[in-house]
């Protein structure tokens, strides 16, 4: 999946923010990442499916680079 692709998803999340949205990327079949917007705002909540983390980014571009990056791992 491409960085535009990702920031394109992330844009839509954060544009539909008064509703709850999320998408789940699986790798190998497993679902492992969780990415959805809290509500009313246009922050980005990652959660790690495993351990059941949650990261934070107010900023679409850097999230979309984590999730690139556990993407292509």
């Known amino acids: 999946m491409s960085l535009n692709h990702i920031k394109e998803m992330l844009k ?11 998408h789940t990327f699986s790798k190998n079949g497993q679902d492992f990442l969780k990415a959805s917007c809290k509500k009313n705002t246009e922050t980005i909540q990652l959660t790690f ?3 059941q983390t949650i990261e934070y980014y107010d900023d679409v571009e850097e999230a979309a680079s984590v999730i ?6």
Request: proline share 0%; hydrophobic share 30%.
């Open 12 to 22: 839509t999340l954060c544009y539909y923010n008064t509703v709850e949205i999320t």
């Open 49 to 51: 499916v495993e351990c």
């Open 68 to 73: 690139e990056k556990l993407i292509n791992e």
